[in-house]
Each structure stands twice: as structure tokens, then as C-alpha cells.
């Protein structure tokens, strides 16, 4: 069974930078495509960003395009959300999700496997 293991979230102020890294296990990492979502309280948990299986394409949200890089290690079974430029409204529990589909896609429902969360806070 697929495992989603999302360390790394944490307290940074706005305009600092933080890297997530999700592990996968379970399952061969090459053959599924990787997102990141986000989802602050009383909020719907949104797309943040996606990166194929395959030719390694990114997606991302309008909100966070220019400030957020997601990556993946095939090699290491990981994938990565490099955050930049860090504003208050990027607070949120982010959420790394798997799908065993060529595409990457915006919505939730689509994505079979889920990592348990991490919270990220941009305060000073």
C-alpha cells in the first residue's frame, strides 16, 4: 500500500523560504504523478502545484506560480515544494498526494493516496 510521509513544515516569517519534502513507499514512484495541496482553517483544501510521472511537467496555482517549485527524486522516491517569497495567506496545513495517472490534475477527488499533513505558518 502507498505511503505518503510529509515532514518539514514550521514557523517562518513572511518573505522567508521553506522546502517541503514528501517520501513515498509502497509502490514504484516513477509510475505516479505527484501534488501538493493546501488547506488553511475553514477553507476547501486547494491545489497548490502537480508534476507528471513521466516527462516531469508542472502545474501550479495562479497564487503561488513565481514563488513555489515543485521537484521530485525518483531516485529517492521524493517529491518537493520549494516556497519562496512566504506571505501570511500561504498558511495552511499542505498536504503531498499521489495519482497512478499520466496527467496531473487540479482536483482532489482524483488523487488516490494522501499524505497525514504539515503545517506551515507565516507569521513575524
Known amino acids: 500500500q502507498v505511503q505518503l510521509v510529509e515532514p518539514g513544515g514550521g514557523l517562518v516569517q513572511p518573505g522567508g523560504s521553506l522546502r517541503l519534502s514528501c517520501a513515498f513507499s509502497?509502490?514504484?514512484?516513477?509510475?505516479?504523478?505527484m501534488a501538493w495541496f493546501r488547506q488553511a482553517p475553514g477553507k476547501e483544501r486547494e491545489f497548490v502545484a502537480s508534476?507528471?510521472?513521466?516527462?516531469?511537467?508542472?502545474e501550479y496555482a495562479d497564487s503561488v506560480k513565481g514563488r513555489f517549485t515543485i521537484s521530485r527524486d525518483n531516485a529517492k522516491n521524493t517529491v518537493f515544494l520549494q516556497m519562496n517569497s512566504l506571505k501570511p495567506e500561504d498558511t495552511a496545513v499542505y498536504y503531498c498526494?499521489?495519482?497512478?495517472?499520466?496527467?496531473?490534475?487540479?482536483?482532489?477527488?482524483?488523487?488516490?493516496?494522501w499524505g497525514q499533513g504539515t503545517q506551515v505558518t507565516v507569521s513575524s
Open positions: 498526494a499521489a495519482r497512478s495517472q499520466i496527467e496531473g490534475s487540479r482536483r482532489p477527488r482524483v488523487y488516490n493516496y
Open positions: 509502497g509502490g514504484n514512484f516513477r509510475l505516479y504523478t
Open positions: 508534476i507528471t510521472r513521466n516527462s516531469g511537467m508542472t
